[in-house]
T-cell receptor, first 112, second 117 residues
Framework: GESVGLHLPTLSVQEGDNSIINCAYS??????FIWYKQESGKGPQFIID?????DKRQGQRVTVLLNKTVKHLSLQIAATQPGDSAVYFC???????????FGTGTRLQVTL | GAVVSQHPSWVICKSGTSVKIECRSL??????MFWYRQFPKQSLMLMAT?????????EQGVEKDKFLINHASLTLSTLTVTSAHPEDSSFYIC?????????????FGAGTRLSVL
């Protein structure tokens, strides 16, 4: 069936460097994408979203890039901080449906 | 804004008993609430979608008689795990979306860790 997956299960980044977390999706009908951050023992926290009519969207220290040609989504975190350490999930929603399909997750480890 | 509260955060129960988990939207009206299950180091798996005043829609493979969902008001949904068994031990997370907040953004509760002995 359709799925959303990530390339790297664990990413280790030095504090102050930029982080790039990647996500591949297989549902070409996907219209909406979200990145969530989940700290240990907590629920996912919304980071940033993007619709399929855009290829880039920026937030505070974060940027999401969408490449519909290759069905690829990425989250860039600038000047990574220890507080950014968490598991990051991408999720997609086809059309206007609200149901989300989550990717497998990437653990970001920030080293000092 | 967009705060979702989940209670309890952690529950231990004996096998065969039922456990109720509450999910509340504190500062918005939740037109739709979702219930997820998450195993350690794994992703979130959608169990069911719940709309206020109507029956929940369950995902394939989720037993509706075992996981009872009630969405009686625009701010409260409950998940009851009936006759819980050790294999039901997991992290259960709810989320909610509302009309007055950004469309399609699901805001999540902090989760409930269920341990069945």
């Amino acid at each position: 069936g359709e799925s959303v997956g990530l390339h790297l299960p664990t990413l280790s980044v030095q504090e102050g460097d930029n982080s790039i977390i990647n996500c591949a999706y297989s549902n070409s009908a996907s219209d909406y994408f979200i990145w969530y951050k989940q700290e240990s023992g907590k629920g996912p926290q919304f980071i940033i979203d993007i619709r399929s009519n855009m290829d880039k969207r920026q937030g505070q220290r974060v940027t999401v890039l969408l490449n519909k040609t290759v069905k690829h989504l990425s989250l860039q975190i600038a000047a990574t901080q220890p507080g950014d350490s968490a598991v990051y999930f991408c999720a997609e929603s086809p059309g206007t449906a609200s149901k989300l399909t989550f990717g497998t997750g990437t653990r970001l480890q920030v080293t000092l | 804004g967009a705060v979702v509260s989940q209670h309890p955060s952690w529950v231990i129960c004996k096998s065969g008993t039922s456990v109720k988990i509450e999910c509340r939207s504190l500062d918005f009206q939740a037109t739709t609430m979702f219930w997820y299950r998450q195993f350690p180091k794994q992703s979130l798996m959608l169990m069911a979608t719940s709309n206020e005043g109507s029956k929940a829609t369950y995902e394939q493979g989720v037993e509706k008689d075992k996981f009872l969902i009630n969405h009686a008001s625009l701010t409260l949904s409950t998940l009851t795990v009936t006759s819980a068994h050790p294999e039901d031990s997991s992290f259960y997370i709810c989320s909610a979306i509302g009309k007055a907040i950004a469309k399609n953004i699901q805001y999540f509760g902090a989760g409930t860790r269920l341990s069945v002995l």
